[in-house]
């Protein structure tokens, strides 16, 4: 169990390039540079709460909106993701927190099953536009993280009021749930079928 569980990748396209490093058993030290003030925010406290270092840059076509930028940094750090774990044995799999940011609650459950799947529930309490992007922005960058990642990820917003605390609760609770989930306690491989796919 003292294998590297790290990945970089690069990924260029007419909307967006993405440079990243993750190592899944750092300390939580963070570089995030995206042109999204609030992306680079969110993605810096899942990183710091999961104890994962990412280094993480992505220049983008903002002049549109942060739609492309949010998504394509999506696909690249669940793919990292995916990559680092390698063929997941021994992990836990599973993660959950609840946490709170003053007024505001979300829960969070991730399990690396080898499936994409995301269950975004309670988004309509989030503010019409938060930071500048409409809010559908973030449905779409969990979506792509699922995708990629091939996870099951399940974002419930209990209850609040201001976006940025409702945001930050789930980028929180995202990360203390991939804390646990990635975490290695055994050589088992987490499936009774004997493998994840």
Not at 155 to 168: A, D, P, R, T
Request: proline share 3%.
């Amino acid at each position: 169990m003292t294998d590297s569980r790290t990945a970089s990748l690069s990924r260029s396209t007419g909307e967006t390039s993405v440079r990243l490093e993750l190592n899944l058993d750092g300390e939580g030290s963070t570089s995030v540079t995206t042109g999204f003030g609030m992306l680079d925010h969110m993605l810096t406290l899942t990183a710091f709460w999961a104890k994962f270092d990412l280094r993480l840059v992505c220049t983008g076509d903002l002049h549109v909106d942060a739609h492309h930028t949010a998504e394509d940094v999506a696909l690249c750090l669940g793919k990292a993701l995916r990559d680092a774990l390698g063929d997941r044995r021994g992990i836990a799999r599973v993660g959950w927190a609840r946490v709170p940011m003053d007024e505001a609650l979300a829960d969070v459950t991730v399990d690396l099953s080898g499936r994409p799947w995301l269950e975004f529930r309670g988004d309509e309490i989030l503010p019409p536009v938060i930071a500048g992007e409409e809010k559908d922005l973030w449905r779409e960058f969990y979506k792509a993280l699922a995708s990629a990642a091939q996870c099951n990820l399940h974002i419930s917003f209990q209850y609040g009021k201001n976006g940025h605390h409702l945001l930050e609760s789930a980028a929180k609770g995202l990360g203390l749930a991939l804390a646990q989930a990635v975490h290695r306690s055994s050589d088992r491989m987490p499936s009774t079928k004997g493998s994840l796919d």
